[in-house]
C-alpha cells in the first residue's frame, strides 16, 4: 500500500462524508452511494473500520477525479482495491459498484476508450457467490458497455449513410455495423428485462432493431417497458410506444389508448394537445367528451396558464359543445373548478395582465370566460370594452357567442 495508507486509516469526519456527494465543475453529479459501502453486510452486522476505511478512500478518490489527477486517482483505486483483497468476498462486492462510477464520470468528460476499458474490468470482477444485487449491477455495467458500442455503431451508421450502396467498401462496413450491433443488443437485451426505468437503453436498442427492420422486435420492447406491470410507472415509457405506433400509422383507437395512459400519469404533458385532436376526430361520444376533459385538465396546472394553443382549442371545443347540445359536458367539468378557476384565470389583474402582454391569448380566455361565468365576469368585461382596431370583429363574435351560449342561468 502506498504511504498514505496511515491516512486512509484515520477516522472519517463529518466532512469527509459530506464530500462524497459533489457537483463537479462541468456540471455532473456523483451518486458514490456510500451508504451502500459503509454499509458492507457480515451476519447482518456493519464492519464499522472497514466501512472508514472505505469510505476514506473513496473520498479522496473522488477528489484525484474532480481535480483530474488521474495518477494519484489510480493510486487511490489501487489501494481500495487492495483493502477489499485483504477483507472478506461480502466485503468485495461494492468494487464494480466503484468502478461503474469511475466509469460514468469518464463517459461524461468524452475519455471513452478509458471508460471502456474500466467497464470491462467491472465486468469481469468474480470473487464467491454474488448476491442478486450485485447480478444487476454487472447487467448495469454490462448496458453501459453496450451503450458505448452503440455510439461506435451510431458514428459507424453515419458513415455508411455517405457510401454509394454499390460500393465495395458499403458491404464492409455495413458487415461491420452489424457486428457492433450484436454485441450492443446482448448486453442492452439483458438490462431492460429487469424492471427498472432504462429510457436510453430503451431507445438505443429499439433504433438498432428498426434500422434492421425488426418492427415488430421493437414493437415488443416498448410495449413491454410500457405495460409490463413489474416496471415503475414511466411516462416516457408511453411516450415512445406512442411515437412508434404514430411513425408506423397505427390506427387512431391505438394511439388514443396508448396516450390515454399517458394522461392519467401526466394530464399536463406537451402531447397532451395531440390527444386531444384525435378525441375529437373519434366517432365515440365518450371520446368526444374525454377531449373536453383532457383541455380542461391541461389548463388545471401553472405551467400552462400561457399556453394559447390550449386556450384556443378550448375555446373552439367548448362553444362547440354547448352548440351540440352537451351542455352537461361543460357542468360537470366546470363544477369541480368553478371555486378557483375565476382567481386562477380569470381575475381582473390578469385580464389587465394577459391584454398588455398577448392580446391574442386575452381574446381566447375572454370566450371561455364568459361561456363559463356568463358577461358579468371580471375578465370578460375588461376585454369586451376594449377597442382594438384589429381585434374589434374578434371581440364583437366573442360577446355575441357568449351572450348565445353561456351556461349561466342555462337548466340541462
Not at 1 to 18: A, F, G, H, N, Y
Not at 90 to 117: C, F, T, V, W
Not at 261 to 288: A, D, G, N, T
Amino acid at each position: 500500500m502506498s504511504d498514505s495508507s496511515e491516512e486512509l486509516k484515520r477516522p472519517t469526519t463529518e466532512d469527509d462524508l459530506r464530500g462524497v456527494h459533489v457537483l463537479s465543475g462541468s456540471g455532473m453529479y456523483f451518486p458514490w452511494l456510500q451508504k451502500h459501502v459503509e454499509t458492507v453486510v457480515t451476519g447482518g452486522k456493519k464492519e464499522k473500520d472497514f466501512a472508514q476505511t472505505t469510505s476514506a478512500c473513496l473520498s479522496f478518490i473522488q477528489e484525484a477525479l474532480l481535480k483530474h489527477q488521474w495518477q494519484q486517482a489510480a493510486e487511490y483505486m489501487h489501494s481500495y482495491f487492495q483493502i477489499l483483497e485483504d477483507s472478506d468476498s461480502n466485503k468485495r462486492q461494492g468494487a464494480p459498484e466503484i468502478s461503474l462510477q469511475h466509469a460514468l464520470y469518464l463517459l461524461h468528460h468524452g475519455m471513452l476508450e478509458d471508460a471502456n476499458r474500466n467497464l470491462s474490468q467491472a465486468e469481469t470482477w468474480r470473487y464467491g457467490e454474488k448476491s442478486s444485487s450485485q447480478e444487476v449491477l454487472i447487467n448495469l455495467i454490462q448496458a453501459y458497455k453496450g451503450l458505448l458500442q452503440y455510439y461506435t455503431w451510431s458514428q459507424k451508421k453515419m458513415e455508411l449513410s455517405k457510401l454509394d450502396k454499390d460500393d465495395y467498401v458499403y458491404n464492409t462496413a455495413s458487415q461491420n455495423m452489424l457486428n457492433h450491433s450484436w454485441k450492443t443488443s446482448v448486453n442492452l437485451c439483458a438490462l431492460i428485462q429487469i424492471p427498472g426505468v432504462w429510457d436510453p437503453f430503451v431507445k438505443s436498442y429499439v433504433e438498432m432493431l428498426e434500422f434492421y427492420g425488426d418492427r415488430d422486435g421493437a414493437r415488443e420492447v416498448l410495449s413491454n417497458y410500457a405495460y409490463d406491470e413489474k416496471f415503475p410507472s414511466n411516462p416516457n415509457a408511453h411516450v415512445y410506444l406512442y411515437n412508434f405506433l404514430k411513425k408506423e400509422k397505427a390506427p387512431r383507437e391505438k394511439l388514443i389508448s396508448v396516450l390515454k395512459i399517458l394522461y392519467q400519469i401526466v394530464p399536463s404533458h406537451k402531447l397532451m394537445l395531440e390527444f386531444h385532436r384525435l378525441l375529437k376526430k373519434s366517432e365515440k361520444e365518450e371520446h368526444r367528451k374525454l377531449g373536453l376533459e383532457v383541455l380542461f385538465g391541461i389548463l388545471d396546472f401553472a405551467g400552462c396558464t400561457k399556453n394559447i394553443t390550449a386556450w384556443k382549442y378550448l375555446a373552439k371545443y367548448l362553444r362547440q359543445t354547448l352548440m351540440g347540445n352537451n351542455v352537461a359536458w361543460v357542468q360537470e367539468e366546470w363544477s369541480s373548478r368553478k371555486n378557483w378557476w375565476p382567481g386562477f384565470h380569470f381575475s381582473y389583474f390578469w385580464a389587465k395582465s394577459d391584454w398588455k402582454e398577448d392580446e391574442a391569448l386575452a381574446c381566447e380566455k375572454a370566450l371561455v370566460a364568459g361561456l363559463l361565468l356568463g358577461k358579468g365576469c371580471r375578465y370578460f368585461r375588461y376585454i369586451s370594452k376594449q377597442d382594438h382596431q384589429v381585434l374589434r370583429k374578434k371581440i364583437k363574435w366573442i360577446k355575441k357567442s357568449v351572450k348565445k351560449h353561456s351556461i349561466v342561468n342555462t337548466r340541462v
